[in-house]
């Protein structure tokens, strides 16, 4: 029995672990990438996050949040010379930080710690009213 197990049903617990795991084995892959999309602390808050959000949503949130980050990158390096040439640019050559990670990802997180402790805690006219709501949120 691990700690995890004592807190968390195993379902819910098997959730945060695959969370952990699958987020290392893309840190591995982007750390190992010679094109960096994120930096060091980017790279672990980007971790955190990932763990979060598929800890609380499953699957089907945490692919929202990674076609935004993917779509985000994409449309940062879209025209980047002609960007760099009218000094407007992305900074560290749009290298994201942990600012940029949270900045665009924190009321989304907010939103799925909300929906995960009220899917457990509230009433069931509470969840009726509030879950859909924080999953448009979310998104």
């Known amino acids: 029995m ?4 004592t807190v968390l049903p195993t379902s819910q617990a ?3 672990l695959i969370g952990a ?3 290392t084995a893309l840190l591995a892959i982007a ?3 010679p094109k960096k999309l994120l930096t060091p602390a980017g790279y672990l808050h980007a ?3 990932g763990v979060i959000v598929w800890g609380c949503l ?3 949130g945490y692919i929202v949040i990674m076609a935004y980050f993917l779509a985000g990158t994409a449309v940062t390096r879209l025209g980047k010379q002609r960007k760099e040439a009218a000094g407007i640019a992305e900074g560290r050559s749009g290298v994201r930080g942990p600012e940029n990670v949270w900045g665009s990802a924190l009321a989304g997180t907010v939103c799925a710690i909300a929906i995960a402790i009220l899917s ?3 009433a069931p ?3 009726q009213l509030w879950l859909p709501l924080l999953d448009l949120a979310y998104v």
């Open 125 to 127: 006219a509470s969840q």
């Open 21 to 23: 795991l699958l987020n």
């Open 120 to 122: 457990v805690v509230a």
């Open 2 to 5: 691990t700690i995890l197990s």
């Open 31 to 33: 750390w190992a990438s």
């Open 58 to 60: 499953g699957w089907r």
């Open 14 to 16: 098997a959730g945060w």
């Open 47 to 49: 971790w955190v996050l």
